[in-house]
C-alpha cells in the first residue's frame, strides 16, 4: 500500500505516454504507475489532468529594483506558485560589483529559507572580470550552475559589454555551466531615449518605441556567436518579439546549444495596454510587442523554437507602479507566477491546439532538463520527487487579483474567462494545496542543488 495514490487521472508526460490511470508515492517519490494501486491516503483526479508540477525557471522575489522591491517574497511568491501548479522556482541572486558570487549565493539562499516549495538560484554577474573565473568555479559547487549576464542597464551596473561577455562564456564553457542572458542592445535603447521630448518620455506608449525589436534582435544574435565561439551552452530569457525569434532561429542554425523561452505577456498582451489609463501598470522589460509578435512566437512554440515557458514574475503594487510623469522612472515588471499554466492550457490547448505532451514538455520536463533538475524534477517517473500538479479541464473562472494569492493588487489578465484551473498541487509527495485550501507550512521549501 502507497502512502499516496492519485486516482483515475488522465497522466500526462508519464514514461508510458498518455494514459488514464493511478500514480503510487511512496515517502517523497513516484514509485509506481498503474491501475487500482492502493493507497493510505487518495486523491481522487478522476475527470482531471495529472501532470508533473510546474518548473517556473524565471523569477524574481523580494528583488531590489528602482528604489523599491517587487512586492512578492520567497513566502507570499511560492505560496502562490504552489496554487498555480508550480512545484518548483528558478530565483536570482542579487549580483554586486562589492561581493562575491559565493557570498550572493549565501545572502539569497538566506532570503529564500522562508519558501513553501523546492528552489534553486542562477547567479547574476555584475562587473565581470577573468579573476573572478574562481567565484564561477565555487558556485558550481555551490550548486547553482546557471549564470544570468544582461547587455542593458548600465545605469544601474548590471550591463556587461561585449568583450567581458565572451571572456566569461569561455569561463562557463571550460566548465560545461550555462549562461542566461537578457538580450537588448543598449546602444539602440540610448539612442532612441536620447532622441525624445519631454512629452514622449510622459507617455507610456513611449516605451514600445524606446526598446524596439530591433535591439532584442541585434542583442540575440550577438549573444549566440560569442557563445558559438567560446563553447557555452546559452539561454535566451523572455524573447519577446518575431524579429528577435528570427534572429534566435537563424543563429541556433549553427549553434545547438542555444535555447530560449518566452512568457505568458508576450504571448497574450500587446503594448496597446500602454495607451490605457493604466498603461503604466503594465511596465515590463523586453517591453509589450504587436499581435503579429505574439502569433510568431506561437508559431515558435508549435515548431518547437523555444524549449520553455516562464515567467518572469516580478510584482509590483499600484501604489509601488504609481505613474510620475515619465516611462523611465517605473519598475519594470508583471505578476505570473500563479496564472502561467491556467492561462497557457486554456489560450494554448484549447484555444490553438498545442498538445498537452508539448505543454508538459514547456513547463516541465525542458526546463528541467536545460537546468539539470531532470529527471528529479519535471517527470512523472518511477523515482523522480512526487510533484504533481492537478488541472480540472472544465473548469472556468476569471481572473482577478482579488482571486489570487500574488501579494499584488493588479494582474494583467484581470477579467479575463479562461478554461482550466489549477485544484491540487502536491510538492514532494505531500499534498500543500487542494481545492482553494492552501496546507503548507512555511519553510518545508528545499534548496535543490545543481551538478554540471
Known amino acids: 500500500m502507497y502512502d499516496v495514490v492519485i486516482k483515475g487521472g488522465k497522466i500526462v508526460g508519464s514514461p508510458f505516454g498518455t494514459i488514464k490511470g493511478d500514480i503510487g508515492i511512496a515517502g517523497e517519490c513516484i514509485a509506481a504507475i498503474g491501475y487500482d494501486l492502493k493507497g493510505k491516503d487518495v486523491v481522487d483526479a478522476s475527470g482531471k489532468l495529472v501532470l508533473p508540477g510546474v518548473?517556473?525557471?524565471?523569477?524574481?522575489?523580494?528583488?531590489?529594483?528602482?528604489?523599491t522591491r517587487s512586492s512578492d517574497d520567497f513566502a507570499s511568491g511560492t505560496k502562490a506558485a504552489a496554487c498555480g501548479g508550480v512545484t518548483t522556482v528558478i530565483d536570482f541572486t542579487v549580483g554586486d560589483r562589492d561581493s562575491t558570487l559565493p557570498e550572493d549565493i549565501e545572502s539569497r539562499l538566506d532570503e529564500a529559507k522562508k519558501s513553501y516549495i523546492d528552489y534553486t538560484l542562477?547567479?547574476?554577474i555584475i562587473g565581470w572580470h577573468r579573476s573572478r573565473s574562481w567565484e564561477i568555479l565555487k558556485a558550481t559547487q555551490m550548486g547553482v550552475t546557471s549564470f544570468k549576464f544582461f547587455t542593458a542597464y548600465s545605469s544601474s551596473g548590471r550591463r556587461t559589454d561585449r568583450g567581458a561577455l565572451f571572456d566569461a562564456f569561455e569561463t562557463i564553457g571550460d566548465l560545461g555551466a550555462l549562461a542566461i542572458v537578457h538580450a537588448e542592445d543598449e546602444e539602440i535603447i540610448n539612442h532612441i531615449v536620447s532622441s525624445l521630448d519631454r512629452s514622449e518620455i510622459g507617455d507610456m506608449s513611449t516605451l514600445a518605441k524606446a526598446r524596439p525589436p530591433l535591439c532584442e534582435a541585434l542583442a540575440v544574435g550577438d549573444v549566440i556567436y560569442l557563445a558559438e565561439r567560446a563553447n557555452a551552452r546559452v539561454h535566451i530569457v523572455h524573447l519577446s518579439?518575431?524579429?528577435?525569434?528570427?534572429?534566435?532561429?537563424?543563429?541556433?542554425?549553427?549553434?545547438?546549444?542555444?535555447?530560449?523561452?518566452?512568457?505568458?505577456?508576450?504571448?497574450l498582451l500587446t503594448k496597446e495596454v500602454y495607451e490605457g489609463v493604466e498603461g503604466h501598470l503594465y511596465s515590463a522589460s523586453p517591453a509589450l510587442r504587436t499581435s503579429m509578435d505574439a502569433q510568431a512566437l506561437w508559431e515558435g512554440?508549435?515548431?518547437?523554437d523555444i524549449s520553455l515557458i516562464a515567467t518572469d514574475h516580478c510584482p509590483f503594487t499600484r501604489e509601488q507602479k504609481?505613474?510620475?510623469?515619465?516611462f523611465l522612472d517605473l519598475p519594470y515588471g508583471l505578476p505570473g507566477v500563479e496564472t502561467s499554466l491556467p492561462l497557457f492550457f486554456s489560450e494554448g490547448v484549447l484555444k490553438r491546439g498545442i498538445s498537452l505532451e508539448v505543454m508538459v514538455k514547456l513547463f516541465a520536463e525542458n526546463?528541467?532538463?536545460i537546468y539539470s533538475l531532470f529527471p528529479r524534477k519535471g517527470a512523472l517517473q518511477i523515482g523522480s520527487d512526487a510533484d504533481i500538479t492537478i488541472l480540472d479541464p472544465n473548469q472556468e473562472w476569471t481572473i482577478s487579483s482579488n482571486n489570487?494569492?500574488?501579494?499584488?493588487?493588479?494582474?494583467?489578465?484581470?477579467g479575463m474567462t479562461i478554461k482550466g484551473k489549477v485544484c491540487t498541487t502536491l510538492s514532494r509527495g505531500e499534498v500543500i494545496y487542494d481545492n482553494g485550501l492552501f496546507k503548507a507550512r512555511e519553510g518545508r521549501g528545499k534548496f535543490f542543488g545543481r551538478s554540471i
Not at 518548473?55 to 528604489?67: F, K, N, Q, R
Not at 504609481?322 to 515619465?326: C, E, G, L, P, R
Not at 489570487?404 to 484581470?414: A, G, I, Q, R, V
Request: overall charge negative; aromatic content about 10%; glycine content about 4%.
Open 55 to 67: 518548473i517556473d525557471a524565471h523569477v524574481h522575489m523580494e528583488l531590489p529594483v528602482s528604489g
Open 122 to 124: 542562477h547567479a547574476e
Open 241 to 267: 518579439s518575431a524579429l528577435g525569434l528570427e534572429a534566435f532561429k537563424r543563429a541556433r542554425s549553427f549553434y545547438s546549444k542555444a535555447t530560449a523561452e518566452t512568457c505568458p505577456q508576450y504571448l
Open 301 to 304: 512554440i508549435s515548431n518547437g
Open 322 to 326: 504609481s505613474w510620475k510623469d515619465s
Open 367 to 369: 526546463p528541467a532538463r
Open 404 to 414: 489570487l494569492h500574488m501579494n499584488t493588487d493588479f494582474s494583467p489578465y484581470e
